[in-house]
């Protein structure tokens, strides 16, 4: 009995170590979970950090192509400057080698000289409008009439290449400016021709039709509203000047030139109301309008905002990775700070994150055979008992 005894007492001192044992592994291989459950998080912020910073790169890939465009742009929009420069001084040329001839003292004609004059208004002017050059062409066919060829192929020359490189330049500012530019450029080219009516706006009776229409002009010129109540407004006032009355059609010519001109066309296109479009979302959820918006933004040289707050997941154990993560969070979503600190604290978190997420196949191994070992445990303490 006392042999047996012994052994049942050598039997149960085993079991108590094994149950010891088994609890170690538990405990460790809690603690080993938890650290699983660690790296897990940071894997999942190395893939959240890899996404902003790929969408970040993209940012600064749309401004820098941004800025590309707009420096191309620019050096456009300096050509046909250049070529505007080129029409005024080639007309200049040539009106002085006219003038000067013989040629012309001997033919000179009241419409060949109004011609002239118009043609020295807009070189000096540095641009012509549709209706500018409608008009120019209509004085050129009046006053080539009865001319001599050579003459007449020196002045036909002369308004046709003005014509042409107005045009041009014209036609290049439509495809390079944006509405608004093109809007406050014909704005501005407006209000010089309505200045230009300082000689006869004084004598103008302040009831009159055309004083109201020139109150109203000015307006729209200043403030860029013109609607279809505007332009009914100012035909039924020009239908009262009368067709002799020199300084009130001056007026009339600007109300058509208004109506019929680009601005009138940008202006009454802007007031009209716009249907609405539905935006365009993925069926991931991505909002296609929304990152136009901030892509515009970029390309105006504004800051891309900052994504809002999120919750971070906290891991459970590893707590030597907090206080890296606190600062983390707050760089990353902190609406203070700058795009360059928040890549600073993206790439020293990236090095750690890096270089724990590489043990993390360890731990997994390391689960695997402590699941093995304490199966095995379970066993002999079960078969024991």
Do not use: C
């Amino acid at each position: 009995m006392g042999k047996i005894k012994r052994e049942l007492d050598a039997q149960s001192t085993k079991d108590k170590t094994r149950i010891n044992e088994l609890k170690e592994k538990e405990t460790q291989l809690q603690l080993d979970e938890s650290n699983v459950t660690t790296q897990q998080h940071l894997l999942q912020y190395q893939k959240e950090i890899n996404s902003k910073e790929a969408a970040i790169a993209a940012a600064k890939a749309d401004q820098a192509s941004a800025v590309a465009a707009d420096e191309r742009r620019q050096k456009d929009l300096a050509e046909l400057a250049s070529q505007r420069k080129k029409v005024q001084k080639r007309w200049r040329e040539h009106y002085d080698q006219l003038t000067t001839g013989q040629d012309y003292k001997d033919r000179e004609t009241p419409q060949l000289k109004r011609l002239l004059a118009e043609g020295q208004h807009m070189a000096d002017a540095g641009y012509m409008s549709e209706q500018d050059s409608a008009r120019l062409a209509r004085m050129r066919d009046e006053a080539l009439k009865g001319l001599p060829r050579e003459l007449r192929a020196k002045v036909k020359w002369m308004v046709d290449d003005m014509i042409k490189g107005y045009s041009r330049a014209a036609s290049g500012e439509r495809n390079l400016l944006t509405p608004l530019e093109r809007k406050d450029l014909e704005a501005s080219r407006y209000k010089a021709k309505l200045d230009g009516l300082s000689d006869i706006t004084p004598s103008l009776p302040k009831d009159g039709a055309a004083a109201k229409i020139v109150a109203i002009l000015k307006d729209v010129a200043k403030y860029g509203v013109l609607n279809e109540a505007t332009v009914k407004q100012l035909e039924a006032l020009s239908m009262r000047i009368n067709a002799d009355d020199a300084a009130g059609q001056r007026v009339v010519s600007l109300v058509r030139e208004l109506v019929q001109g680009e601005l009138g066309r940008i202006l009454t296109t802007m007031s009209r109301p716009q249907p609405a479009r539905p935006r365009r979302v993925t069926p991931e959820g991505r909002d296609l309008d929304a990152e136009d918006e901030v892509r515009t933004r970029i390309r105006a040289g504004a800051q891309a905002p900052l994504p809002h707050p999120q919750t971070a997941p906290q891991p459970a154990t590893g707590q030597g990775y907090n206080a890296m993560i606190g600062e983390f969070a707050r760089q990353m979503f902190g609406q203070g700070e700058t795009s360059g600190r928040i890549l600073d604290v993206m790439q020293q978190f990236l090095a750690v994150a890096r270089q724990s997420a590489s043990q993390a196949s360890q731990y997994d191994a390391r689960l695997r055979k402590m699941e093995q070992e304490v199966a095995t445990l379970q066993s002999r303490a079960s078969f024991g008992r």
